[in-house]
């Protein structure tokens, strides 16, 4: 699958994989395999050479952690596929990146005591900072255990430290139990309580530790004896002997707060609701307002007001969690974390740090310096040199004037977080049309749920849904940009054909052209000839193992088959040669393919072990080739005879996307967690 779509899905996929496969064994193995092949260690961020940072801001927030000792001092935790640490020195006004944890991380906190230690969560121990996050130790925990979950410092002993996972029990047939790691010696040595010796499978999550007595612990999460069990637990010895407290509560406990004001009372979040305990875990009463709660954090000033989040919403309780009022619908993604303060409320989230100064009615973004974001390559106009547009997950679009750093967010219109693909009219600046999936903004409860197709006509000032299909590509044509193709399938169950959508008035009508009918089929490109938009290519699959590779030459009335030009070979990204375009390249992991002929017959090129995964080529001199992939950047100035890694120190080699600027001279790249580079050529 082209990149420039998948790295969306991908995020989704690790926000949410736990949650749908619900801690079973292939979740947590996909989590270690990811885990494992990106472990490294810590380093402070460092400028790229011959790379300069663009932006924009944002990216996927996962933990916030701040100093009651020092209001100005925060503490911000991103995550795509690796962990990044930024610190704020005025209260999250500017960020500064700190530190790459290279390896796969779950939560940050800052000793209670000790504002300038920090410590982060990751899948087999913990990175500890005693200088505010300018250098970093990573400590183990004792093998084959896993730390998913919450980390804390006891708030009257900074020796004692707690994180929340999984016990491997027999690593042989993989049974594993709830578990809390605790550490006397400040993260150094770790020992293993388990909470649940004799299940099949369990794993802990949320963890809080009683401000009072701090030898008192709660922890949620699942496990499996007879049957699949959510449970909230609670420990009076520092996590030795543990007692189930889970009583009427509903669903796996999220988040776990203790009121610091009276530590008898207590409130559990999960996807059911929120619970409140005056007796310390005896009794529970469930509050009202509000559907699910996986985030909470008390009001600085007043315990009886709580703050909570979960996937679409943040709410307020003035009623010590009996009744709640959701104060935003508009989250960007689902809410990871919330740290409100005196005079300001914090949020993260999947599509960067929010702040409101109003308790929650009004927000804005606060991530200036976090460039943490996952990006494919930007859209670059050529009616309006100088102008990117970028298509940021969970986040929105957004538009650079200067192709520098300078970005503003175009307006939110209902798949605007969501969108796959943005295409630029080629002659008016202010036509785009974008390509919307996934979850819809708005309220409407009648929405759509197949994607959408919208166009702007003010430069994205507003939009207008032209097409709401099963689209999965879009294109314009260069020699007639009213021309709007797409790709995708039509139809339902057996009647489900790969089909062609075409409009030739700038989508105010459409006609649907049958390109393959067959019914289990999936539609990753469309590729439409710059020179000639009658000649049209679409790959993708049908069921797992027939590759599919059709080609049109009469603007999509007929289409040959070609798949067997390419036996087994996937379609990925389609590249033409800008000086002939009869000559095309199939830039895929699997292997990067040259046709001299439109397709009929193909040769591979040479990478070595690099494995592409998008490429553009120069119209200034069609023999020099930029390929991007997961190992970095490389570079053909010889037609792809021989490559050149130009990866340079770019602060992560991960590489979604490139576009080349042929005016400004200027290769963009798209990274998975740092947003985007520019380097002159």
């Not at 979040?269 to 699910?292: E, R």
Request: hydrophobic share 40%; proline share 5%.
């Amino acid at each position: 699958m082209e990149l420039r779509r998948r790295f969306i899905q991908y995020i989704d996929m690790l926000l949410h994989i736990n949650k749908v496969f619900r801690g079973t064994r292939l979740a947590r193995l996909v989590l270690i395999m990811v885990a494992v092949s990106l472990a490294g260690r810590a380093g402070p961020g460092t400028a790229a050479s011959g790379w300069s940072p663009v932006g924009p801001d944002g990216g996927h927030i996962l933990a916030l952690a701040e100093s009651r000792l020092n209001p100005g001092l925060l503490y911000a935790l991103a995550f795509n596929v690796q962990g990044q640490v930024f610190r704020s020195l005025n209260g999250g006004a500017s960020w500064r990146r700190m530190a790459w944890i290279r390896d796969f991380v779950y939560d940050l906190v800052c000793d209670p005591r000790r504002p300038d230690t920090v410590y982060v969560l990751w899948m087999n121990g913990v990175y500890k900072s005693y200088d505010r996050g300018s250098t970093w130790t990573k400590h183990a925990l004792p093998s084959p255990h896993y730390s998913f979950g919450r980390i804390a410092v006891s708030p009257k002993n900074s020796s004692v430290v707690y994180a929340t996972g999984i016990a491997v029990t027999s690593p042989s047939t993989w049974t594993t139990c709830m578990a809390v790691f605790k550490s006397n010696t400040g993260g150094q040595t770790w020992s293993v309580k388990r909470i649940i010796p004799g299940s099949a499978a369990g794993q802990a999550r949320a963890l809080a530790v009683d401000p009072v007595h701090p030898n008192i612990l709660y922890v949620g999460g699942w496990y499996t004896t007879d049957a699949y069990r959510d449970g909230l637990f609670k420990s009076s010895d520092g996590g030795s002997t543990w007692k189930d407290i889970t009583g009427t509560i509903v669903d796996e406990p999220r988040a776990i707060v203790v009121d610091p004001a009276n530590s008898s009372r207590l409130y559990v979040g999960t996807t059911a609701g929120v619970y409140a305990s005056a007796d310390g875990g005896k009794t529970w009463t469930k509050g009202k307002g509000l559907a699910a709660a996986t985030v909470l954090a008390f009001a600085p000033s007043d315990s009886n007001v709580l703050y909570a989040g979960n996937g679409t919403a943040i709410a307020r309780s003035r009623y010590a969690g009996a009744n709640w009022t959701v104060l935003t619908h508009s989250a960007y993604g689902s809410v990871a974390c919330l740290s409100p303060s005196p005079g300001r409320l914090l949020y993260g989230a999947s599509g960067g740090l929010y702040k409101s100064a109003d308790g929650g009615t009004t927000w804005a973004s606060s991530h200036k310096g976090i460039r943490a974001a996952m990006m494919g390559a930007p859209a670059i106009s050529a009616a309006a040199p100088g102008t990117l547009y970028a298509v940021v997950p969970a986040m929105g679009l957004m538009k650079s004037v200067d192709a520098r750093t300078r970005w503003s967010k175009l307006p939110d219109f209902e798949r605007s977080r969501s969108v796959l693909r943005i295409v630029l009219h080629a002659t008016n600046q202010k036509i785009l049309y974008a390509l919307g999936s996934g979850t819809v903004i708005s309220s409407a409860a009648t929405a759509d749920p197949l994607p959408s197709i919208y166009k702007t006509v003010n430069g994205g000032t507003s939009w207008t849904k032209v097409l709401t299909a099963a689209v999965a590509d879009l294109e314009l044509s260069r020699t007639n940009p009213a021309r709007v193709f797409a790709a995708g399938t039509s139809g339902t169950g057996a009647n489900e054909v790969m089909a062609l959508y075409k409009s030739s008035d700038g989508g105010k009508t459409w006609t649907t052209y049958t390109a393959y009918a067959a019914g289990n089929t999936r539609l990753y490109e469309l590729a439409v000839d710059p020179s000639n938009d009658r000649v049209l290519y679409i790959g993708g699959d049908r069921g797992i193992y027939t590759k599919l590779f059709l080609k049109s030459i009469d603007g999509g009335l007929t289409w040959t088959n070609l798949s067997s030009s390419l036996p087994g070979i996937p379609i990925g990204r389609l590249v033409f040669d800008p000086s002939n375009t009869q000559r095309l390249y199939n830039v895929h992991s699997a292997g990067t393919y040259r046709s001299e002929d439109g397709g009929l017959s193909w040769t591979r090129l040479d990478m070595g072990d690099f494995q592409a995964e998008d490429m553009v080529i120069d119209p200034a001199d069609p023999n020099v080739f930029f390929a991007a992939g997961s190992a970095g950047v490389r570079m053909s100035a010889d037609g792809g005879a021989t490559w050149t890694d130009i990866t340079g120190s770019l602060p992560i080699k991960n590489v979604l996307g490139l576009a080349l600027d042929p005016v400004g001279r200027t290769l963009y790249a798209g990274t998975n967690g740092a947003s985007l580079y520019k380097r002159a050529l």
